[in-house]
């Protein structure tokens, strides 16, 4: 069960806005969380957050969950005062009329609406399709360009404005779950095994610009070279209608992790993981991934250096990329415990070479 500190934090990193490419204040959120339990504390250049443990040992343990989120950058402000935008990361663009928003101004932080032509006024066909953002504008209630140019700069990002909700006994509902969720991961199991007994370093990483290609964590895994490396994301949950579970597989919201089995996916390190949610009876579930390769940390960190031991965890998500997306709390806490018990049996001599026993 989380404790008060823990669900506290969860919501103030989901409440943080932090664009890809923009992360300031989401990595000062979490710096400062992990910071009271880490070791060494630090954030490198590219603006990825790291916490360890243990730094001694020999064998490193990679944590990696994505803190970025995905949003809009101001492109252009007309005359009447309305500022024009772009796409940062992969928007549902039917989902983005009427959004409620901050322009990260500054100064500060700017709210204001995405707004669009009533739909009184559109043809028949236009109503059927999403409109083009190059369609869409913010209003923050300006009346000139000079006015908005007090306030806001061509390049500013904007976020979703934070929505942190709890959704009945075990679910929260917030814009930037993807992947907050995961990074929030990664800090609980570091707090867990701050009390621990380890024979590995441990590097929990708050990685940035997922959404932009997986950059963040191409940098991080290669600056810490680790021999052993979980991502924590979020997954498609198919516990609501059209969602295709021929497609994305069986998971629910509310019934464990999902660990994966695919390219990306350590065969050795998998049946560590399954033969610890044994012994501690965590429930998960299994997916063979949405695709053969790809779309998260896992690919990129496997590949670093010389070849890395990687396995993907997944938080059930219902509604990716949109600014309601929900989660259950039940699955975090799964993830933390089994993730723990994982990395506290580890001994400092561990090989993970596919078919030699």
Known sequence: MLKSDSLKFLEELLSSCGPSGFEIETAAVFRKYISTFSHKTYTDVVGNTIGVLNPEAKLKVMLAGHYDEIGFQVTHISEEGLIYFREVGGIDRITVPGTDVFILGEKGKIPGIIGKKPIHLQKPSDREKAMELSDLWIDIGAESRKEVEKLVRIGDAV???????????????????????????????????????????????????????????????YGINPDIAFAIDVGFASDTPSVEKKIVGETSLGKGPVLARNADNNPVLGKKLRAAAKKYKVKYQESSGYRA???????VIQLSRGGVATALISVPNRYM?????????????????????????FSEKESFIPGID
Not at 194 to 219: D, F, I, P, W
Not at 325 to 345: F, H, N, Q, S, Y
């Open 321 to 345: 990329h949109t600014q309601v997306e929900v989660c259950d709390l039940r699955d975090v806490e799964g993830a933390v415990k089994l993730l723990t018990e994982t990395i506290v049996a």
């Open 293 to 299: 390769s790809g779309g998260t940390d896992t690919a």
């Open 159 to 221: 976020a979703y404005r934070p929505n942190y909700e709890r959704l009945g006994k075990n679910k929260i509902k917030s814009k930037g779950m993807d992947d907050k969720i995961g990074a929030f991961v990664v800090a609980e199991t570091l707090k867990a095994l701050s009390s621990r007994k380890l024979n590995v370093a441990v590097y929990g990483v708050g990685t940035v610009q997922e959404e932009l290609g997986l950059r963040g964590a191409t940098a991080s895994a």
